[in-house]
């Protein structure tokens, strides 16, 4: 068995694809595949793209005869809006935009006026149509089109008859089987106060994992963390400072660990729990670190 490994700046970050195969001349043929489908979907769902459907539909508020593909990520975006109750909200946009061009100061009239277009309840989908409800409304897919990226990646190499691959598109990552049949992939999650150090390793085996965190990047010449929660109408940093989540599939994981990290820690503990489509562990701004109770499963001794 040989392990071939290939890495490209795609989407904002670098891909990478691990493959154990026997076949490397058939390994570096998917390879090529795969990386053509995640330049596919970041055409679909770039904002930085004019020609994507998702700058279209910001700049004109509508899209008619959208993609399926769209429409269902757009669809489970809205769904885990609903679920984090709006701490993750796929409409940010612009908020993240009016922030990014402020310092320290931000008018409460205007603050107040761009909060009220970050709503994803008033996203219309009717067949291939999709409508925004309020005029300036845009959304932003980066935290949810990376890890439906991998997904599509994923249940393709499992087609073309590939037991033992790794995804990983900048922290969204998605497990086919294991190393070998016997050995699971593992995977360290960056400690957030010593960033060349790990604070946890996993083993995973045919699942997928994301971490977010708002350390990682800031906006507003360095003020305030890239990731926003429109729920508290201020903008003050959140008690997390990073978010893992432990699922089946890559867009859910991405997601959801963004949505952590701008919620209450406990609540958002609670919230995997009772959702029961994975685990989490969270850490605070405090140094306190929460877990879901079956996290620990996944914990390399």
């Known amino acids: 068995m040989f392990t071939i490994k290939k890495s490209m700046f795609l989407m904002g970050t670098v891909v990478s694809i691990t493959i154990i195969h026997d076949n490397i001349d058939y390994v570096r043929r998917?390879?090529?595949?795969?990386?053509?489908?995640?330049?596919?979907?970041?055409?679909?769902?770039?904002?930085y793209d004019d020609n994507s459907e998702v700058s279209r539909l910001n700049k004109?508020?509508?899209?008619?005869?959208?993609?399926?593909?769209?429409?269902?990520?757009?669809?489970?975006?809205?769904?885990?809006?609903?679920i984090t109750r709006g701490a993750y909200d796929v409409s940010i946009l612009p908020l993240l935009e009016?922030?990014?061009?402020?310092?320290?100061?931000?008018?409460?009239?205007?603050?107040?006026?761009?909060?009220?277009?970050?709503?994803?309840s008033s996203i219309e989908i009717r067949g291939e149509n999709i409508k925004f409800l309020k005029k300036g409304?845009?959304?932003?897919?980066?935290?949810?089109a990376k890890g439906y990226a991998v997904d599509l990646v994923s249940e393709y190499l499992v087609k073309q008859r590939v037991n033992h691959a790794l995804i990983n598109a900048g922290g969204d990552i998605r497990a086919i089987g294991g190393r070998t049949d016997k050995e699971s992939w593992r995977i360290a999650i960056r400690n957030p106060f010593e960033k060349d150090k790990s604070i946890s390793r996993l083993?995973?085996?045919?699942?997928?994992?994301?971490?977010?965190?708002?350390y990682e990047r800031r906006i507003g010449k360095g003020i305030f963390p890239h990731i926003l929660n429109p729920r508290l109408k201020k903008l003050s940093s959140s008690q997390v400072v990073s978010a893992t989540i432990i699922t089946n599939k890559a867009l859910v994981a991405d997601a959801l660990a963004t949505g952590l990290c701008a919620m209450d820690p406990?609540?958002?503990?609670?919230?995997?729990?009772?959702?029961?489509?994975?685990?989490?562990?969270?850490?605070?701004?405090?140094?306190?670190?929460?877990?879901?109770?079956?996290?620990?499963?996944?914990?390399?001794?």
């Open 30 to 47: 998917l390879m090529d595949e795969a990386f053509s489908e995640f330049k596919r979907i970041e055409s679909i769902m770039s904002i």
């Open 266 to 301: 406990a609540e958002g503990i609670q919230l995997i729990e009772d959702l029961g489509e994975g685990e989490a562990m969270i850490i605070t701004d405090e140094k306190e670190i929460l877990k879901t109770k079956n996290f620990q499963v996944y914990e390399d001794d």
């Open 137 to 144: 409304m845009k959304i932003v897919l980066n935290s949810i």
């Open 98 to 120: 009016y922030v990014d061009k402020k310092s320290d100061y931000l008018d409460e009239e205007e603050l107040s006026s761009i909060l009220d277009l970050v709503d994803y």
């Open 60 to 82: 004109q508020g509508f899209l008619e005869s959208a993609s399926k593909e769209l429409i269902s990520v757009l669809r489970e975006a809205i769904r885990i809006s609903k």
């Open 203 to 214: 083993k995973i085996f045919n699942c997928s994992i994301a971490s977010s965190g708002g």
